[in-house]
């Protein structure tokens, strides 16, 4: 089938995954259907993430009850309303974190994991909302216990959880230090509100802040690199201090002391976002929605997004992804 006839075709577009070459192509299938508390939702922009990459190679299989289809964040319309949904109007822009599915140009979302657009935010910058916005409250906030006096260390701050994250902390009153691959990225992170940023590539971390007189000083670290970031976070987290693990991108093996653990007492721990139940999201969401939806509604936080693919470029987005060049969010434009 060419691109014409899946253009012309009836049902919904959607992102499929060859399984024996993991290539990326453009197919058809049946329209998704709003029931329940559930919308269905006209997609404008799908989120990229790192979770798509992962499930595209067969490491991070969606649960039982997910759509097989990638893509875990979506902004657009809401198309259809379930009888349980009342809330929500056709029509309606709306942001959501999908249950799978959002690679599509319909996806279907519950109404505990949507989110209103605020005002004078455009429909590509609600879709880099939902993921950050969940995964920063429920690691660093409610995992971390953030608090407004705190020292927050971000790393991977250039990404779209890592810029949400130094806003959201910088907004709450936390001095936020992150690192970042390059001059320029740090330069932008510092310009975001980080008190410092770091380039990995040029400087060690541990050694930078231990020279500001951070050593043991970092209340709350959040992590997605692992491997020899292990130690060094073990290292400057302070007395009581939380380290919060939500990716292992170098790796899930290191040697490691954990001497700072006990003497300092510190708690790690790390969390997925997609193995939480819909009611622990819903509940995050309530939150979110009384807590930090008054800073985007102030523009004190406001999505930063990097870039925006056709749909048909779903590969390229990915390979752009992982080649770590990018700044903010990148997204999926239908």
């Known amino acids: ?27 058809r299938g049946p329209m998704p259907e709003a029931t329940g508390a559930n919308l269905l939702i006209k997609v404008s922009y ?23 289809i990638m893509g875990l964040e979506v902004s657009g319309t809401v198309a259809a309303v379930g009888d349980a949904a009342s809330e929500w109007q056709v ?5 959501a974190l999908t249950h799978g599915g959002g690679y599509a140009d319909y996806a279907v979302a519950p109404v505990g994991q949507c989110f209103p657009i605020p005002q004078d935010f455009s429909l590509e910058e609600g879709a880099a909302l939902p993921e950050a916005l969940l995964t920063i409250w429920h690691n660093v906030f409610q995992r971390g216990k953030l608090q407004a006096t705190d020292t927050v260390l971000i790393h991977g701050g250039a990404s779209g959880m890592g810029t949400m994250g130094i806003m959201m902390a910088t907004a709450f009153g ?9 001059a320029e990225k740090c330069a932008r992170l510092e ?7 770091i380039n990995y590539r040029e400087a060690d971390f541990e050694q930078v802040l231990t020279e ?41 093996k290191a040697e490691v002391n954990f001497a ?8 790690m721990t790390g969390s997925t976002l997609r193995a939480q139940t819909f009611a622990q999201k819903a509940a995050m969401r309530k939150e979110i929605m009384a807590r930090v939806y008054p800073h985007l509604e102030s523009g004190a936080i406001r999505p930063i997004v990097d870039s925006s693919f056709p749909l048909e470029q779903a590969a390229k987005a990915q390979d752009y992804m ?13």
């Open 1 to 27: 089938m060419t691109d014409s006839d899946i253009n012309a075709a009836p049902g919904c577009r959607y992102v499929s995954v060859d399984e024996e070459s993991k290539a990326l192509g453009i197919a």
């Open 260 to 267: 700072p653990l006990l003497l300092k007492r510190v708690t």
């Open 91 to 95: 029509g309606q822009r709306v942001c």
């Open 46 to 68: 799908a989120g990229v993430n790192r979770a798509d990459i992962l499930q595209r190679k067969g490491f991070y299989p969606p649960p039982e009850d997910a759509s097989p």
């Open 212 to 252: 500001l007189g951070l050593a043991n000083g970092i209340n709350v670290i959040l992590d997605m690199v692992g491997g020899e970031y292990i130690q060094k976070n073990l290292n400057l987290a302070s007395p009581e201090g939380h380290i919060v693990n939500i990716a292992y991108m170098n790796g899930f």
């Open 322 to 334: 992982l080649n770590g060049d990018h700044m903010g969010k990148i997204l999926l434009a239908l």
């Open 191 to 197: 310009a975001l509100g980080a008190v410092k940023a």
């Open 174 to 182: 936390a001095r936020v230090y992150t690192t970042a691959g390059s």
